[in-house]
């Protein structure tokens, strides 16, 4: 069974940093590509990030200050998260990228792990 | 950056109904269009990817159509479990996007 739970969401102060985990268990992980996804509190959906064998992608928005990376070796995709605005605060959710694809789909996802920044 | 415009934002259809919800993208995205359903504190779920291939295990009342810019979900007959919020995504290219959300309200 495949699944995925984040990790490191908490309260940090504007301009600070967090690291966010995604364990990974019950499929191959080094084979596939995967995927953050945010939500603000009563907002939609907004694409964080995506890894893949051809690349790293980022939306704008994070561009320059937030850092995907990945442990094959632990099956754990990370996301470090620097200089953190209000913006930021949000349910971040890891998804697996459906094979095949370099964006997405996610087919499937961890329950979200909720980052707030905030003084 | 795609932009993805989603009609209507909001639902109030009755269980049985034949729901239609369309998608528009600003430019031509091939079928790179994925849909999802979330309901309230979870994870969204992938109903439809490619435009028009479902998910293992999504029943088959919902259903995708579309290629290039205009898209649609339907979901047959409507059961309770359908109320939920709906978005689609392109995933032609970087930065990926989502539509703002359909909400079917009871």
């Known amino acids: 069974e495949v699944q995925l739970l984040e990790s490191g969401g908490d309260l940090v102060q504007p301009g600070g940093s967090l690291r966010l985990s995604c364990a990974a268990s019950?499929?191959?992980?080094?084979?596939?590509?995967m995927t953050w996804v945010r939500q603000a509190p009563g907002k939609g959906l907004e694409w964080v990030s995506s890894g893949s064998g051809v690349g790293t992608y980022y939306a704008d928005s994070v561009k320059g200050r937030f850092t995907l990376s990945r442990d094959n070796s632990k099956n754990t995709l990370y996301l470090q998260m620097n200089s953190l605005r209000a913006a930021d605060t949000a349910v971040y959710y890891c998804a697996r990228v459906r094979s095949g694809y370099t964006y997405g789909p996610g087919d499937y996802w961890g329950q979200g792990t909720l980052v707030t920044v905030s003084s | 950056d795609i932009h993805m415009t989603q009609s209507p934002s909001s639902l109030s259809p009755s269980v049985g109904d034949r729901i239609t919800i369309t998608c528009r993208a600003s430019?031509?995205?091939?079928?790179?269009l994925n849909w999802y359903q979330q309901k309230p504190g979870k994870a969204p779920k992938l109903l439809i990817h490619?435009?028009?291939s479902l998910q293992s295990g999504v029943p088959s009342r919902f259903s995708g159509s579309g290629s290039g810019l205009d898209f649609t979900l339907t979901i047959s007959t409507l059961q309770p479990e359908d109320f939920a919020t709906y978005y689609c995504q392109q995933s032609y290219t970087s930065p990926v996007t989502f539509g703002q959300g359909t909400t079917l309200e009871i």
């Open positions: 490619s435009a028009s």
């Open positions: 430019h031509s995205i091939g079928n790179y």
């Open positions: 019950g499929f191959t992980f080094s084979s596939y590509g």
